[in-house]
């Protein structure tokens, strides 16, 4: 009878390690969506006071897209067309509401595809990560980030206005 009875406290042992441990990771998960969703919220989340600060500023047809851009300020970049469908380029200040909207006809600056044509002739990279529009002293620049073949993280700047390269940046793998 004895062995009956420690039988069954070590198979309840066990029972209850193996639902401890089942809603342990449950609670991790759901923790981990709950994270994610909070994140992926934050920052987006004053894009609509932008949207609403530009169709209240400008006469706007559509919004194509906003996306952020830290440089030496952070902005917002509406990506519009107005109703006579002129592209249009706009850098909304995050840091100054009061800021003027910094806005650039698509027609008047160089085509992303021509910069990036001309960059993937000149440089040796493994892959793109990301492509999106910056400004820095009011001058609107495509910012190319890649891994080159040396594993570093690259940032190249390119001139909208130009066409020209304006400045680089790279970081060395030091993890191996």
Same mark, same amino acid.
Request: proline share 3%; net charge negative; charged share 25%.
């Given at each position: 009878m004895k062995t009956n009875l420690v039988q069954s406290i070590k198979i309840s042992r066990l029972k209850l390690f193996l639902g401890l441990l089942t809603v342990i990771v449950?609670?991790?998960?759901?923790?981990?969506i709950y994270l994610y969703q909070h994140i992926s919220e934050t920052k987006t989340e004053n894009f609509q006071v932008t949207e609403a600060r530009v169709n209240e500023e400008l006469t706007l047809n559509s919004i194509h897209n906003i996306s952020s851009y830290h440089g030496n300020v952070h902005y917002h970049v509406v990506e519009g067309e107005t109703n006579n469908q002129e592209a249009l380029l706009i850098f909304v200040d995050q840091a100054d509401e009061t800021a003027d909207l910094i806005v650039y006809s698509?027609? &008047?600056? #160089?085509?992303?595809?021509? #910069?990036?044509?001309?960059? &993937?002739s000149k440089t040796s990279y493994q892959d793109i990560y990301q492509i999106q529009y910056g400004i820095r002293? &009011? #001058?609107?620049l495509l910012e190319i980030v890649?891994?080159?073949?040396s594993d570093r993280l690259s940032y190249d700047y390119y001139r909208l206005d130009t066409g020209a390269y304006d400045s680089g940046i790279s970081f060395a793998n030091k993890s191996k």
């Open positions: 449950i609670g991790l998960i759901g923790y981990s698509q027609a &008047e600056l #160089i085509s992303d595809d021509v #910069i990036l044509a001309d960059w &993937e002293n &009011e #001058i609107p890649y891994l080159d073949h």
